[in-house]
């Protein structure tokens, strides 16, 4: 693994399944992040982590949950699915300074039907 | 609330030079970040500024003017492959970033 990867590419998900996104990072970063991306708005965080074991909540937590059980780590859950969450989804990780440069992951492309 | 305009997309022609614009206005700055975004990819880290000023890298250059809540990002030479996404983000009081919704640059032969 180089950096950060994300599964799956993308997914066709019917209303109200349970789904997990996942992420892992190889570059030791202490800070992961989950946002959204929608067509004409700009990224938006659903939650971080700023350390292994602890977790905030960003701008738009409703519906999602996520888990930091180790450095590497960092999956993000849709427990019921709904059409509003369809979009595309980024994990990107940080060393954890408060001004540290962000790396991204490709993506995945989620679609609630 | 917080706010981050930039132009949705820009038109320029390959050899020339663009100036990408983007205003903010965040709940305290800790600071403003440029990112590239190709279509289909995940954004890129372009350049950071803090200070007020121009940052020179390569054919990138970013200024920032912390009194009146303004950056922007030049290009020059373009290059086809300069097309993408460019994406402003300020840095808010709690060290959140405040993303804008991106300005697409079209790049024309």
């Known amino acids: 693994i180089a950096g950060i990867t994300q599964a799956p590419t993308s997914q066709i998900l019917a209303a109200g399944r349970r789904m997990t996104l996942r992420c892992t990072q190889d570059?030791?970063?202490?800070?992961m992040y989950w946002y959204r991306q929608d067509l004409g708005l700009g990224l938006r965080l659903i939650h971080y982590?700023?350390?292994?074991?602890?977790?905030g909540k960003g701008e738009v937590p409703d519906g999602y949950s996520v888990s930091r059980a180790n450095t590497d780590d960092f999956p993000l859950t849709l427990a019921s699915a709904v059409p509003s969450q369809t979009s595309v989804y980024f994990c990107?990780?940080?060393?954890?300074?408060?001004?540290?440069?962000?790396?991204f992951g490709p993506g995945t492309r989620l679609t609630v039907l | 609330g917080q706010n981050i305009d930039q132009p949705t997309e820009m038109t320029a022609t390959e050899g020339a030079i663009v100036q990408i614009n983007c205003t903010y206005q965040?709940?305290?700055?800790?600071?403003l970040f440029w990112y590239q975004q190709h279509a289909g990819e995940a954004p890129t880290f372009l350049s950071y500024?803090?200070l007020d000023g121009l940052e020179e890298k390569g054919r990138f250059s970013s200024f920032l003017s912390r009194s009146k809540g303004y950056s922007y990002l030049l290009l020059k030479e373009l290059q086809m492959k300069d097309s993408a996404s460019y994406l402003c983000?300020?840095?808010?009081?709690?060290?959140?970033?405040?993303w804008g919704a991106g300005t697409k640059l079209i790049i024309k032969p």
């Open positions: 990107a990780s940080g060393s954890g300074s408060s001004t540290d440069t962000q790396y």
């Open positions: 982590s700023n350390t292994a074991g602890t977790t």
């Open positions: 965040t709940s305290g700055f800790n600071g």
């Open positions: 500024n803090v």
């Open positions: 570059m030791r970063h202490n800070a």
């Open positions: 983000a300020a840095l808010d009081s709690n060290y959140q970033l405040i």
